[in-house]
Nanobody
Framework: QVQLVESGGGLVQAGGSLRLSCAAS????????MGWFRQAPGKEREFLAT????????YYAGSVKGRFTISRDNAKNTVYLQMNSLKPEDTAVYYC???????????????WGQGTQVTVSS
């Protein structure tokens, strides 16, 4: 089992940057693909990015490709989401999750963090 804790959210102006972190417990972190998702008020949770267990593969949603970068440090049991050129429409609660593979479908993710709020002001 994996427990996930996100951090790094906050308030930022449009055009700014934030780096989210997701710390995982357990010795099996390196065997999981990791994903980042977000959910804005009144909207469904949406896929942002995923990374394979060894970090060799990354996939992005079109809405964030070129602005967001997912990475991981298996020695630190941590996955990151670097977010640049932030827009007000990026405002949401951001979640990390663990899965058996680098899937885009949130239903493939078995373990979820509690989320961290990101607010982008215009």
């Amino acid at each position: 089992q994996v427990q996930l804790v996100e951090s790094g959210g906050g308030l930022v102006q449009a055009g700014g940057s934030l780096r989210l972190s997701c710390a995982a417990s357990g010795r099996t972190f390196s065997s999981y693909a990791m994903g980042w998702f977000r959910q804005a008020p009144g909207k469904e949770r949406e896929f942002l990015a995923t990374i394979s267990p060894n970090g060799g593969l990354q996939y992005y949603a079109g809405s964030v490709k070129g602005r967001f970068t997912i990475s991981r440090d298996n020695a630190k049991n941590t996955v990151y989401l670097q977010m640049n050129s932030l827009k007000p429409e990026d405002t949401a609660v951001y979640y990390c999750a663990a899965s058996a593979g680098p899937f885009r479908d949130l239903r493939q993710y078995n373990y979820w963090g509690q989320g961290t709020q990101v607010t982008v002001s215009s």
